[in-house]
């Protein structure tokens, strides 16, 4: 279900990214237009006089101005009449020095687990 979704939303968007809203919308204008035509005229009629190239309704008119229009980019700040400058500083090296080891105990060497008792020998074995 899930994968279904991340397809459609990837489809919707590559949709949109081309232009094909105005696609859908031209074609749901030549469909409004046929309907209104087919009311009084025959339907052979209708469709002829939808696509001639001097019937265009409001929503074809729309879609032509929109298609000529170049692409906007969608952040304002192409349209900055100054330039903004970013300065990054360097960062401070730090240098970590080696703590300074603790002179041995006066006893000597101090022998972790000598109080613990030796394993058993031979080791158990599992049956």
Known sequence: MFR????????????????????????????RMIVSY??????????????TPGN??????????????????????ANFPGKVLLIFQPAPIFVLNMPEFLPQPPGGRIMLGASRASPPVPPPRAV
Request: net charge negative; glycine share 4%; charged share 15%.
């Open 4 to 31: 279904r979704f991340q397809v459609a939303a990837v489809l919707l968007a590559w949709l949109l990214a081309t232009g094909s809203q105005w696609d859908l919308v031209q074609v749901a204008g030549w469909a």
């Open 38 to 51: 087919s009311r009084t005229r025959p339907l052979a009629e209708a469709v002829r006089l939808t696509f």
């Open 56 to 77: 265009e309704c409001e929503v074809c008119d729309a879609v032509s101005a929109a298609k000529q229009q170049p692409d906007n980019p969608a952040t304002p700040a």
